[in-house]
């Protein structure tokens, strides 16, 4: 089975920096999915991980570790744009069923 | 390309009534998927289908619930008789290949209310 653990809620300023980070418990690893979710609206990509280490893509970089279970999700310069909820999510081998976590939600305060 | 396209927004009813929530995925993918939204337990995979054929089922969450791909183009999402702990967003999506890296692509999402 698959286990996906995310806090629930985050608050950061205008301009700084927010790191939301997601563990997992999983029998086979197949890489892991970054959404956004702004509310009322549907998911949308943001990053796939498959490899350790952290891949920068503008201002949001996704970070894994397979070893310890762990990525994370760094959001820089943040935009009141940015607050939405983001999920962590881990497909299985075959077919892209997608497991996701309950999401963190981010909120931009000014 | 119009991205994936559900109908309708919103939907509300009374319980015991049927409901259909439809879908078109993008031109050309082989996968779709019918998701479920609640607070309480998040984003839940119902169903998939490959080339039209459902492959899992388990999160179909009980009889009422049926799934139907009759072409590439269209599915469907039905429950029957509704009850209002169906209340939820419920979301389609597609996706091209099979590979473990291929994104899911969701439409605006269904929003039903079982009164």
Known sequence: GQNIDQPTEMTATEGAIVQINCTYQTSGFNGLFWYQQHAGEAPTFLSYNVLDGLEEKGRFSSFLSRSKGYSYLLLKELQMKDSASYLCALPKAAGNKLTFGGGTRVLVKP | ?115
């Open chain 2, 1 to 115: 390309d119009a991205g994936v396209i559900q109908s309708p927004r919103h939907e509300v009813t009374e319980m015991g009534q049927e409901v259909t929530l439809r879908c078109k995925p993008i031109s050309g993918h082989d996968y779709l998927f019918w998701y479920r939204q609640t607070m309480m337990r998040g984003l839940e995979l119902l169903i998939y289908f490959n080339n039209n054929v459902p492959i899992d089922d388990s999160g179909m969450p009980e009889d009422r619930f049926s799934a139907k791909m009759p072409n590439a183009s269209f599915s469907t999402l039905k429950i029957q008789p509704s009850e209002p702990r169906d209340s939820a967003v419920y979301f389609c999506a597609s996706s091209l290949g099979s590979g473990r890296a291929e994104k899911l692509f969701f439409g605006s999402g269904t929003q039903l209310s079982v009164l």
